[in-house]
């Protein structure tokens, strides 16, 4: 039987000091009439050698591409001691750190992520993470509107925010008629303007949202924005690329003020593709608003002897104590994912964080000045960007990416499948781990398929 | 025993080389408002520093891979390190979650595949493996109660009734899709309480949220009136898939009158829970609500498979999550139930619910007191520690504590908050008897304890890295970030 | 058996009020109360200028175990809170009924007063519930 332990004799024993005939006798309580049929489409088991066999080949019907698609999930190196680390059982095995002193790793670990999350996005506190980037954004949403009690549940998105981010903001957001209101970029430059801003002079928002990179791979003029946002009293939520925090300058820092939360996926630091999860999101926010934020968090304290220890913290905000009156039904945070990350951040450090960005704007320049030479190919938008920006090209994108998939290479993420709004363009990534050689290829490649 | 914060290890311009690349230049063509000023606050340590560093805080933790580790409705059953392995081929790992469809087939059969195995043993005949945990399963099941009554134009049902043993996330889930919880009472045996039941059910009844078993570790005998009381008053009901691993195999939640559910996949089958995360809550649906699954959900059509989006257009209930979920947690839980196979999956909840009973009767013969001693065990049971309290003035966090010191993870405290000075107890099917008895002589050595030297327990843990943590000054004094 | 201040008034949710001049009370939460939600971490207190109903939630007073609705014993409009208590929530557990009041309200309706527990009929719900 595989993975329970119990012999025939042991069995035996259990079931006469339980006093029961048989182990269908422990089901008793349980109406006849309820009784299943036996599972009708769930095959028989297999030992470890055959299901691993069969899952290699699945594992063969996926193409392994040369990836130069983002669009919210990026291929970066992730150094093997990530994973060899965060793999160990006492950390994958572990559950939520409900017993503190039998869990000093994980929290731990949990309060040394917080302060470089913190520190990174230039904010005063964090929790411990959310399930992922689109799902912290909703959270963040949520939290502004408790903060911002006296304005009205409305919140202004500026463009472009993640078209899968929106639509999971609206799922979550919805069912407390929470009014969402949207403006859009402007194509000329992949930014909002500031012009944009005075059609809602006297309109009343909770909150401010400014995705950075936007969808586009762009940077917003994020001061304008958020002084603004502070003026007409609304908060100011940034979701942020936390890799992009290397080079670009922090939501803390912005405007007069700086952002009131800040929010976003940690699955650039550390995080495989994976085919979308599991990520992990994280929140980080002003001190002030520590209570309101959703989730775990890790604080640290002393024990009797007076001795540091770390222990979850402010748990009378959580679903288990509050219920209905929680800040969130979220019950745990993304405990390994943030293993991993934490593990990452430590590795790489100040200096090879800062390296690995500047690598990545640096190619992703390169590759734009080489394929913006070929006919027909054009930036969409002309701000400032990191490592990801649009073209428009003078064939079917759709037609271009399959092409260039057979090629090997998925070039990037078609911007009318992500959202039929936008026009006819493609999204193209390029990370520290292109070379000049590889970008040179993928040039003279879609050179060959444009032609 | 400690190990210094990361950030104190480290040295002014070290770092672990070997991890970064070589921009051509640390000049940046970005115009200076663009550019960060400051810097990023990350240690400054070698690569042997923080593996030594994480290594050695590992070992600070208990898991299941080290300790017996019974906490009560979470689930701690082994978690096959094969399974590990099978889901990390590199393809699976390096996919990008916007590869089409076409390129990555072998991976959408293995989710399309695990969708039709959750049918069979949800007894319901539409999921979506999207929810990312059990409590956005709850969120995603709640909103899809409200769209379908929505549809229907059946506006006035605002209510999601919740029995008081329930999760705190059953609440905290039905507020978050906007409907007022009301509370129903629990019998002395341990069931719902069915007579008061039918006085609050009416037609702004939305629908009912329940464990079966409950949380106090009991399975609701009348669960077929319960469904037919709240369906005669235009309900729905949803089952919170928290203790699936008791019936898995004997009762589907849908033969049982449930109309949605949620399972988690990190509890019933058996994938890591990584320190508190990743879950995975996949949502299963009777026919009536279907069309509102959150997507993206696979099809197979015409000998290929591919995802069913916006395109489709289904009344939706719309996206949870940046992608497709935790798919590296579904992949885990479909190379769980390939091992197992259907007999072991039904041998699941067998053995479960034999070393619960077998704990539990032990238990009772020592000495301690039963919350529930006329009922059969689900998988997991409760006992009260009142008496212990009032003779010897010890609580059950004092013997949770204590359990420590004798190598045994301690069972869930405090909940449900209906029993007091309760410890919630399941063992799951994959420890032995010898583990058991283990814990059982544990146990009696701690209530020796309790009588000869209370001020041993109440101090408790002693073995530990830390003594007994002050958490009401980490709430007071909040110290959430280290500062230099 | 938790300490009752005899001139006091007391409500069946565990608030105290004390009446002060005019029309003016001042609420807190009782000695008993504190010891059932043990160490008190953070206070939520009402903003001035609120209006609050009787029976309707006024404050919440958090323990590292519990979060606790306080209810307005009577209905009226918040005119002054302890504002001491966000930094120091503890004086609620060192001294209930004097620098641990949570807040002043002006009120509508004295009948609500009057409605309310005496000392004496506090003492014994008390010590019913602290038997039980």
Known sequence: MPFIPHTSSEIEAMLETIDAASIDALFDEIPKDLIAQPFAHIPDGNNEMLVDRLLQQRADQVESLQCYAGAGAYQHHIPAAVWDIAMRGEFLTAYTPYQAEASQGT???????????????????????????????????????????????????????????????????SQQQIELVDIPVESATGVYAAEQLTAYEKTEFAAVVVQQPNFLGCLHATDTITDWAHAHDALLIACVNPMAMALCQEPGQWGDTGADIVC??????????????????????????????????????????????????????????????????????????????????????????????????????????????????????????????????????????TELAQRGIQGGVSLTAMDPSWPDGLLICVTETKTMDDITQYAAQLAEVLA | MSESLIFTQGQRGRFATAQAPMPTTMETDLPQEYVRQTPLGLPEVSELQVVRHFTRLSQYNFGIDTHFYPLGSCTMKYNPRGVQHMVSKPSLLNGHPLLPAEYGQGLLQCLYELQEYIKDLAGMPGVSLIPMAGSQGEL????????????????????????????????????????????????????????????????????????????LGVFTRQIATVAQVIHQAGGLLYYDGANLNAILGRVRPGEMGFDVMHLNLHKTFATPHGGGGPGAGPVAVSERLKPFLPIPLVAYENGQYRWVSEGDGLPTIG???????????????????????????????EFATLNANYLMVRLQQVGFQLAYPKRRASHEFIISLSEEKKQFGVTAMDVAKRLLDYGFHAPTTYFPLLIPECLLIEPTETESKQE????????????????????????????????????????????????? | ???????????????????????????????????????????????????????????????????????????GEVVEINDALTDTPAVINQDPYQEGWLCKIRITDTNEVDALLSAADYKKLVSEQEEA
């Open chain 1, 264 to 401: 976003g996926d940690l699955q650039p630091l550390g995080i495989p593709l994976a085919f979308g999860g599991p990520y992990a999101g994280f929140l980080t926010a002003r001190k002030t608003f520590a209570r309101q934020m959703p989730g775990r968090i890790v604080g640290r304290t002393q024990d009797l002897d007076g001795k540091t220890g770390f222990c979850l913290t402010l748990q009378a905000r959580e679903q288990h104590i509050r219920r209905s009156k929680a800040t969130s039904n979220i019950c745990t945070n993304q405990g390994l994912l943030v293993t991993a990350v934490t593990i990452y951040l430590s590795l790489l450090g100040d200096t090879g964080l800062r390296q690995v960005a500047q690598t990545c704007h640096q190619q992703a320049t390169a590759l734009l000045q080489k394929i913006t030479a070929i006919n027909g190919v054009q930036r969409i938008g002309d701000a400032p960007f990191f490592h990801e920006f649009a073209v428009s090209l003078p064939k079917p994108v759709d037609r271009v990416l």
């Open chain 2, 436 to 484: 058991l008895d283990a814990f059982v002589d544990a146990m009696c050595a701690i209530r020796q304890e309790m009588q000869t030297d209370a001020q041993l327990l109440k101090q408790a843990p002693h073995t530990m890295p830390v003594r007994r943590l002050d958490d009401v000054r980490a709430a007071r004094e909040l110290d959430l970030i280290w500062c230099e």
């Open chain 2, 140 to 215: 995603a099941g709640v909103a899809m109660i409200r769209a379908y009554h929505q549809s229907r134009g059946d506006h006035q049902r605002t209510e999601m009734l919740i029995p008081d043993a329930a999760h705190g996330t059953n609440p905290a889930s039905a507020v978050m899709c906007g409907f007022t919880v009301k509370e129903i009472p629990t019998a002395a045996d341990g069931d719902i309480d069915l007579a008061v039941l039918k006085t609050m059910v009416g037609p702004q009844t939305a629908g009912i949220m329940l464990t079966n078993p409950s949380t």
């Open chain 3, 1 to 75: 058996m938790s300490q009752v201040v005899d001139d006091l008034k007391f409500s069946q949710t565990h608030e105290w009020v004390r009446l002060g001049n005019e029309q003016t009370i001042v609420v807190g939460i009782t000695d008993h109360a504190q010891h059932l939600l043990g160490d008190i971490v953070f206070v939520e207190l009402p903003e001035v200028g609120a209006q609050v109903q009787a029976g309707h939630e006024l404050a919440v007073v958090e323990s590292v175990k519990a979060a606790a609705d306080v209810y307005s014993p009577v209905s």
């Open chain 2, 319 to 349: 996206r949870l999550s940046s992608f497709m979920g935790n798919v590296g947690i579904l992949l885990r839980a479909y190379a769980y139930i390939r091992l197992l196979g259907r007999t072991g999956l039904q041998r699941v909840a």
């Open chain 1, 107 to 173: 929290l731990q670990l949990l309060y040394e992520f917080q302060t470089m999350i913190a520190k990174l996005t230039g904010m005063e506190v964090a929790n411990a993470s959310l399930y992922d980037g689109a799902t912290s954004l909703a959270e963040a949403i949520l939290m502004a509107v408790r903060v911002n009690k006296k304005r009205p549940k409305r919140i202004l998105l500026i463009g472009s925010v993640h078209p899968y981010y929106r639509q999971v903001v609206q799922t979550i957001v």
